[in-house]
């Protein structure tokens, strides 16, 4: 018996194609058949041997990124729009927000997070404990932070610093503890610049911008002023001020000035307390608040100082609201006494807000909240009070009082109020901005 086998066919051969294309892989597979072979006699069987070749090419293609047109806008605390639809571009799928806004000339500042880059400040933006800076992409809250979004043509970004302790968001703050905050930061900005170049003297009213500058660093606050043009803009500088012709209440303002301006007060501190050690244990001046001050900062000390604290309060009352709340606001962080408060904060003038304003300094002073329900008049709190009656929602200003006008005493004395009363409930502190 014969065995004849034919093969009909070549399995096991491999078949490789090369593209000439960038970056193109072609891949071919190889599917054959069994083999199955009968034999029989005298019989030829013929082994089908079909090979089947599938073949999967797959491109891989370098494509450079699209360029995009996006916006940028920025509000800040105040509401001051700090960018208005600003232009960028960028490259589509980009997450490069933050750097294209630096790289416009407006920086930006942070700190990395195990959530990405958190922002503090954008161009400027006032920087609070309180508050965040807001990420919205094409009007909708953004599900990721500003470093991590992938840019689109056309896309419009909105940054806005915004309150997080909100009632709503369960917080502490209500819509007049965040206005507060509008209108302080407003004036820090806008208004205050124009107080100072506007100030003939350390002596005028503006001492009470002096002492709001000072309770803001003393207590960390993220506020910057430029003390060089503060000192140009003062008509009268107190580099030549001769601290021998100082007198009353020019002590504490010539003190509140130097320190908001970073002068040297080593020399100051040598006249004040031989001033301080001199004082008649019968003074009782209505100015006494002004001198006694300083000794706190400065760290003098003097025999005369517990007499001095017990008369000026005590003097005070023969000048009534205004007097005895500069007496406390002064007098409070020498702990002399056993102070407590007393009816007069609840009492509400109708002719002057000057009296309003330095009783929120010291409801500071005890580190007592005046929005609290006890001290409420006609169901309305002291906070509440002042906006109702000199805030001007147009320029998110108070208004200068109208009897004084021409001067700016009740308006300064209206913001000293409003940032004691922030300073306490920010910090839960006791707030001396007299001392």
Same mark, same amino acid.
């Given at each position: 018996m014969k065995k004849k086998i034919l093969l009909l066919g070549l399995a096991g051969a491999s078949?490789?194609?090369?593209?000439?294309?960038?970056?193109?892989?072609?891949?071919?597979?190889?599917?054959?058949?069994?083999?199955?072979?009968?034999?029989?006699?005298?019989?030829?069987?013929?082994?089908?041997?079909?090979? !089947?070749?599938?073949?999967?090419?797959?491109?891989?293609t370098t494509t450079e990124a699209k360029e995009i047109t996006y916006t940028v806008s920025l509000k800040d605390i105040d509401g001051e729009v700090l960018l208005d639809n600003l232009e960028l571009t960028s490259k589509e799928g980009s997450k490069s927000i933050l750097s294209d806004i630096e790289a416009a000339g407006y920086p930006v500042t942070g700190y990395e997070t195990d959530y990405g880059f958190y922002v503090t400040s954008i161009a400027g933006s006032i920087v609070d404990s309180n508050y965040y800076v807001a990420f919205k992409v094409n009007g909708e809250e953004a599900s990721v932070g500003a470093s991590s979004y992938e840019l689109k043509d056309g896309d419009h970004i909105d940054f806005e610093v915004q309150c997080f302790n909100v009632v709503d968001f369960g917080g502490a703050f209500d819509e007049t503890d965040v206005l507060v905050d509008k209108i302080i930061y407003s004036y820090l900005k806008n208004y205050m610049p124009t107080l100072i170049a506007n100030d003939q003297t350390y002596a005028s009213s503006d001492y009470w911008t002096y002492m709001t500058i000072n309770?803001?660093?003393?207590?960390?606050?993220?506020?910057?002023?430029?003390?060089?043009?503060?000192?140009?803009?003062?008509? =009268?500088?107190?580099?030549?001020? =001769?601290?021998?012709?100082?007198?009353?209440?020019?002590?504490?303002?010539?003190? &509140?000035?130097?320190?908001?301006?970073?002068?040297?007060?080593?020399?100051?501190?040598?006249?004040? @307390?031989?001033?301080?050690?001199?004082?008649?244990?019968?003074?009782?001046?209505?100015?006494?608040?002004?001198?006694?001050?300083?000794?706190?900062?400065?760290?003098?000390?003097? *025999?005369?100082?517990?007499?001095?604290?017990? *008369?000026?309060?005590? !003097?005070?009352?023969?000048?009534?609201?205004?007097?005895?709340? &500069?007496?406390?606001?002064?007098?409070?962080?020498?702990?002399?006494?056993?102070?407590?408060?007393?009816?007069?904060?609840?009492?509400?003038s109708e002719s002057s807000?000057?009296?309003?304003?330095? @009783?929120?300094? *010291?409801? !500071?002073?005890?580190?007592?909240?005046?929005? =609290?329900?006890?001290?409420?008049v006609d169901g309305v709190d002291l906070i509440e009070y002042i906006i109702a009656n000199f805030y001007d929602e147009e320029t998110n200003l108070v208004k200068v009082y109208p009897t004084d006008e021409g001067t700016n005493m009740s308006t300064n004395q209206i913001y000293a109020g409003l940032v004691a009363y922030k300073i306490s409930r920010d910090k839960q502190k006791a707030v001396y901005l007299f001392a």
């Amino acid at each position: 018996m014969k065995k004849k086998i034919l093969l009909l066919g070549l399995a096991g051969a491999s078949i490789i194609s090369l593209a000439s294309c960038k970056n193109e892989r072609t891949t071919t597979t190889i599917k054959t058949n069994p083999v199955v072979t009968t034999t029989s006699a005298n019989t030829t069987t013929a082994i089908d041997t079909t090979t !089947a070749i599938n073949t999967t090419t797959t491109v891989e293609t370098t494509t450079e990124a699209k360029e995009i047109t996006y916006t940028v806008s920025l509000k800040d605390i105040d509401g001051e729009v700090l960018l208005d639809n600003l232009e960028l571009t960028s490259k589509e799928g980009s997450k490069s927000i933050l750097s294209d806004i630096e790289a416009a000339g407006y920086p930006v500042t942070g700190y990395e997070t195990d959530y990405g880059f958190y922002v503090t400040s954008i161009a400027g933006s006032i920087v609070d404990s309180n508050y965040y800076v807001a990420f919205k992409v094409n009007g909708e809250e953004a599900s990721v932070g500003a470093s991590s979004y992938e840019l689109k043509d056309g896309d419009h970004i909105d940054f806005e610093v915004q309150c997080f302790n909100v009632v709503d968001f369960g917080g502490a703050f209500d819509e007049t503890d965040v206005l507060v905050d509008k209108i302080i930061y407003s004036y820090l900005k806008n208004y205050m610049p124009t107080l100072i170049a506007n100030d003939q003297t350390y002596a005028s009213s503006d001492y009470w911008t002096y002492m709001t500058i000072n309770a803001l660093t003393d207590n960390l606050y993220d506020f910057s002023y430029d003390q060089a043009i503060i000192k140009a803009d003062l008509k =009268d500088s107190i580099e030549n001020v =001769d601290l021998s012709t100082l007198s009353g209440a020019n002590y504490g303002k010539y003190y &509140w000035t130097a320190k908001a301006l970073g002068y040297d007060l080593s020399s100051f501190k040598e006249v004040y @307390q031989a001033h301080i050690d001199s004082i008649s244990t019968e003074y009782k001046q209505y100015v006494t608040p002004f001198e006694v001050a300083p000794a706190y900062g400065l760290g003098v000390t003097s *025999d005369n100082l517990t007499t001095l604290v017990k *008369d000026a309060l005590m !003097a005070s009352t023969q000048y009534g609201i205004d007097a005895l709340a &500069w007496q406390v606001a002064s007098l409070a962080p020498y702990n002399k006494y056993n102070y407590t408060m007393v009816n007069f904060l609840n009492t509400r003038s109708e002719s002057s807000c000057t009296s309003n304003a330095l @009783q929120l300094i *010291d409801f !500071a002073a005890f580190n007592v909240n005046p929005r =609290d329900e006890q001290y409420e008049v006609d169901g309305v709190d002291l906070i509440e009070y002042i906006i109702a009656n000199f805030y001007d929602e147009e320029t998110n200003l108070v208004k200068v009082y109208p009897t004084d006008e021409g001067t700016n005493m009740s308006t300064n004395q209206i913001y000293a109020g409003l940032v004691a009363y922030k300073i306490s409930r920010d910090k839960q502190k006791a707030v001396y901005l007299f001392a």
